[in-house]
Every structure is written in structure tokens, then in C-alpha cells.
């Protein structure tokens, strides 16, 4: 494993070749500390008596700080830019995943086996029960990581090819946290009707599908068109991981407050792909008392009955067109702030509106909706998305977990009864004792996640009977 040293996002190396004579690196430190660049590392990769090669690497604040730096660099008398890295780039070289087979293929028997003319036996064998596929290939432990490039991060619409290595890195997690293969697929079309084709088309190969990184309303109708026509499990990542674990973050924060959720008043701020199921996600689980805001101020309302009735297509209870009130109204006696939005929309006095001990989940990236400085002290519990701050609210808390459950029990669908034990689940992982306004969610680290998460989807996926396959170590495990 290879040493990366401390977090950085902008750290360059830069190998310099300066005249070996005494005060010209001097020069160099000096620069690097006039452009507040942070010096690390410094080594010597070679030396005459005339010239001196050094690697030098130091932080900087961002891509066109560095540039700026490299550019001071060069300019400097006796001092000349051979070349720079960025460790990010370096990192991806080459893709960051690849395929390797469970068995070396080194004679002509393994061969025989393993492809043709053993293989022939086995695929005459799934032809007469397709069930059979799930015991003798990879489905049983596959997910399509599926995107069309249209909502990459919080970037945008930078297409299927800028969007791979995102991919690249969520098959990791998946493969690191949850022993799961998985496979990105780039599409390149934004067009509905050709994604849910598409996916139809290689969904046999695969226990289940995860879409990411689609913009909303698309998301919604591919989702729901894909669910409706596949009998393996499709879930859209930044709706319902998103909304999982922020009813976990919820459910533990509400313990540290003493308030019941039943009683509670939120706002949900941003009611696009995540804000949506997250609205969703909280009736679900119990919340009475919601509105959802967006740039046009409150367009989700209702009393308790009518929110629950709509629950399962919130769509028709948003008005885009009328809006009930501002943001800042929506705040007042609020106990709960949800952000799926814009970083910097609120300040103290708009927190001050909120009911006291009140809770927020401010998880806009990479700057909040409202500045953890400023919030530290104007509520009791405060989250972000982010993983300087404490309580990061992660989305790979709960997708590795619900995955590896559903694929455990060959669940047809992921459904909410499922997402609601992965929430619960999630939350339980820290004992009450250990619960503390700095610590209502778990560490993405903390292995007993994914475990605790699989067992408690797999057991809801039995009980809604979806599951195909008895939980592994129960009596029986054979496919039903």
C-alpha cells in the first residue's frame, strides 16, 4: 500500500533544476512561502557541480493558485520547472479499477474448464433453470454502476466520459467496503427512454443496478420505469442512500435531544433527486410536521394526512408555481434544517427563527448552507456532507450495506421497509451511552456498518417477501 501522506486536494510535486550555488533554494522557499503555498517534502534526485535536481512538494489553495505558483517558479534566475504532478492525477493513471480472475490459468486442463469445452456443460445447465445463474457466475455478486454524465457531483452535466472516474471510485467502495464487484457503465445518452433500454438490455448479467449521478426529474422516471420491468434490485444512489442516512443522522440526534419525531417540525431545503426521497424517507419513518423549500420558498405543504397520502409521489403535492412563503418563514418553530441545496443561503438571524435544541444538517458541498463556524454555536447538533467537520453525513454508509443485503437474499427490489431497517441499522451502530452532539453518525471506517446494515436489509427483504433466498446461515440457503 502506498504511503499518501496527508490529505490534500491541490498538492503538486515540482521537480526543479537550480544552480548549485548556496541561497538559490532559499529563493524557492521564500516564493513558495510569499504565495502562502504550504512547503512539504524536499529531496535530491540528482547533483554536479554546477546544477542541482530537487523534488519539492507543497500545497496550494487551488488548480489556478497552482499554476500561478509553477509560472513564479520558472521565472525565478537560475531556477528552471522540469516538470510538476498533481498526486490526484497521478492517483487515476491507468483507471483505478481492473479485472482479475479467481483462478490462474496455467494448463491446458484449467483451460478446458474454465472455457471451452467445460464451460459449454455449465451454460446448457443455466439454459435449463436461469435460476442457476445466480450459483455458478458473477451475477450473484454484481451491481452496474450506471450514469449518464448528466448531475457528475455537484459539477453538472460534464458528460459519460468525465463522469468514469467518479464511477471508477464508487465500484471501489463497493469492492472495499462490501466485498461487492461492481462494474461502471457510462452511457452515452441523456435520453430516458434509451438509458431504461439500455439497462434493460444488460440487466441479466448483473444482480443488481445502481443509477448515479442522473439529473432529476429524469432520475424519478427512470427509476420507477426500471423497477416496474426488472426482476433484480435498481436503486438510485443519491436519492436513497442520501435519504438513509440522514433519517440515521436524524434518529440519533433526536435521541441526544430528547425529542420524538412524531412531534418534530423540519424543513427540507432543495427538493431535487436527494431532497425528494429524503421528504419521502421521513414520512416514511414518522415525520408529521414538513415543508420543503426550493429556490421558489416553500412548495411542499400540507397537513400530516395529505403529506402521508402523497408520500409515495411527492410531485403532486409540490407547487412550483404558487409558493406558500419564504424560506425564512418556513424556519420559524422549526426544530429540524435540512439542506440538500446552496452553499451560504442562511445566517445566525435565520437560525435564531428555530425552535430551540434545534438540529442541522447543512450538507450543500463543498460549502454549507450555512458556515460550521457560525453554526457551532446557534444549534445544538450540526452535520454536513463533509469529512472535516464532525458527523459527515455519507452516502457510502449506507449504499455498500444495502447492496450486499440484497444480493445476500437475491432480493427482487430494494424497497422502503428495506431502506428504513438500513436507516435503522445505520443509527445503531453507536450505542446511546456513546451518543454525543459530535457523534450521531457513524465513521465510514467503522466496519461493523456494512455488516449490521446487510443483516438488518436482508431480514426486512425476507420479511416483505422479496427475497428469493434465505438470509446465508439460516437453515436453508438454497434459491426458493
Known amino acids: 500500500m502506498v504511503d499518501l501522506g496527508p490529505y490534500s486536494n491541490y498538492r503538486l510535486t515540482v521537480r526543479l533544476e537550480l544552480a548549485n550555488t548556496p541561497g538559490i533554494f532559499a529563493r524557492v522557499a521564500a516564493l513558495l512561502a510569499d504565495e502562502g503555498a504550504n512547503l512539504g517534502a524536499v529531496d535530491i534526485v540528482s547533483a554536479t557541480t554546477t546544477h542541482m535536481v530537487r523534488d519539492v512538494t507543497f500545497d496550494v489553495r487551488n488548480e489556478t493558485h497552482g499554476e500561478k505558483v509553477l509560472a513564479r517558479l520558472n521565472a525565478l534566475p537560475d531556477v528552471t520547472v522540469l516538470s510538476a504532478s498533481d498526486r490526484i492525477f497521478l492517483l487515476h493513471l491507468g483507471g483505478k479499477i481492473r479485472v482479475e480472475g479467481k483462478i490462474p490459468i496455467n494448463t491446458r486442463n484449467i483451460l478446458s474448464m474454465v472455457y471451452t469445452p467445460g464451460v459449454g456443460r455449465v451454460s446448457q445447465a443455466i439454459a435449463r433453470d436461469k435460476s442457476k445463474v445466480y450459483a455458478f457466475t458473477s451475477k450473484s455478486n454484481s451491481v452496474a454502476v450506471v450514469t449518464d454524465g448528466s448531475a457528475v457531483l455537484g459539477l453538472g452535466n460534464l458528460g459519460p466520459e468525465a463522469a468514469l472516474p467518479v464511477m471508477e471510485g464508487k465500484v471501489m467502495l463497493f469492492k472495499e467496503l462490501a466485498g461487492i464487484d461492481a462494474w461502471p457503465l457510462c452511457l452515452n445518452t441523456q435520453d430516458p427512454d434509451e438509458i431504461v433500454r439500455i439497462v434493460q438490455g444488460i440487466a441479466p448479467g448483473f444482480g443488481a443496478i445502481n443509477l448515479e449521478d442522473i439529473s432529476a426529474p429524469r432520475c424519478f422516471d427512470i427509476e420507477r420505469r426500471l423497477k416496474a420491468s426488472l426482476d433484480v434490485p435498481v436503486m438510485h444512489d443519491d436519492q436513497h442512500g442520501t435519504a438513509v442516512v440522514i433519517l440515521a443522522a436524524l434518529t440519533n440526534a433526536l435521541l441526544v435531544t430528547g425529542k420524538q419525531i412524531e412531534d418534530i417540525r423540519v424543513v427540507v431545503n432543495g427538493l431535487g433527486a436527494a431532497g425528494t426521497a429524503c421528504c419521502r424517507m421521513l414520512l416514511a419513518a414518522g415525520v408529521s410536521h414538513l415543508l420543503g423549500c426550493d429556490q421558489e420558498g416553500i412548495i411542499l405543504s400540507g397537513s400530516p394526512e395529505q403529506l402521508h397520502a402523497c408520500r409515495t409521489d411527492l410531485a403532486t403535492c409540490i407547487t412550483r408555481a404558487a409558493p406558500t412563503g419564504t424560506l425564512r418563514d418556513a424556519l420559524k ?134 427475497a428469493r433466498r434465505r438470509m446465508p446461515g439460516t437453515a436453508s440457503s438454497s434459491a426458493e
Not at 454555536?377 to 450486499?404: E, K, M, V, W, Y
Not at 450505542?431 to 449490521?452: C, G, M, R, W
Request: proline share 7%; with cysteine.
Open 333 to 466: 418553530g422549526a426544530d429540524v434544517f435540512i439542506g440538500l441545496s446552496v452553499g451560504n443561503i442562511l445566517v445566525a438571524e435565520d437560525l435564531e427563527l428555530m425552535a430551540p435544541e434545534r438540529i442541522v444538517f447543512a450538507m450543500a458541498n463543498p460549502d454549507p448552507e450555512v458556515s460550521p463556524e457560525l453554526a457551532a454555536s446557534h444549534c445544538r447538533i450540526f452535520a454536513t456532507g463533509r469529512s472535516d467537520f464532525p458527523n459527515q453525513i455519507n452516502n457510502a454508509l449506507a449504499f455498500p450495506g444495502i447492496f450486499r443485503g440484497a444480493l445476500d437474499v437475491q432480493a427482487k427490489e430494494i424497497n422502503e421497509i428495506m431502506k428504513l431497517a438500513a436507516a435503522k441499522a445505520i443509527a445503531e451502530v453507536i450505542p446511546p451511552s456513546a451518543l454525543s452532539e459530535d457523534y450521531i453518525i457513524p465513521s465510514l471506517f467503522d466496519k461493523t456498518v456494512v455488516p449490521q446494515v446487510a443483516r438488518a436489509v436482508a431480514t426486512a427483504a425476507r420479511d416483505s417477501g422479496v
